[in-house]
């Protein structure tokens, strides 16, 4: 049985994912590059997770006063290679308390209405796993534009 022990230690490792390849890029405008063939860059990618782990745990369960602004998440340049780092330690732990605000019976509870984004009925844990993979497939793609970049640089 999952528990929010549990939950908080998987954000935690795939959040230091993120933050660790963040900490590989050579410099800002590396972040921004957007590679051929695709339509977002890893700073992008990074400012989009941010956005959706702040609305979808951060203030529901952190009581963060958090307003998203998506179109500029995928849009604008927000920070720079040094704040985003900033961004992403405050980020974890945000979402490390929230997750950690729970006990393992809320897990099983509905998830606040106005904010469901998948279907009809879905409880906190649903939300926490959903999210979770939401992280790791844009963590996957942040490394690849990473890796990608710093491979032209040298």
Known sequence: ???????AQLYK?????????LEKYPDDNSLWEVLPGTTNSGGNLMQHLIGNLKTFVG?????????????AEFNARQFTKEELITEFNQLSEIIINAIS?????NLNDAYPEELKIVNEGQ????????LLTHLSYHAGQ???HRRYITSKKQ
């Open 123 to 130: 409880t906190i844990e649903y939300m926490l796993i959903h």
């Open 142 to 144: 942040i490394n690849y």
């Open 101 to 105: 605000s729970l006990t393992d019976k």
């Open 1 to 7: 049985m999952m528990t929010t022990e549990f939950y």
């Open 13 to 21: 490792r795939d959040l230091s994912k993120v933050t660790d390849e």
């Open 59 to 71: 203030n529901p369960f952190g009581h963060i006063n958090y307003e998203r602004n998506r179109n």
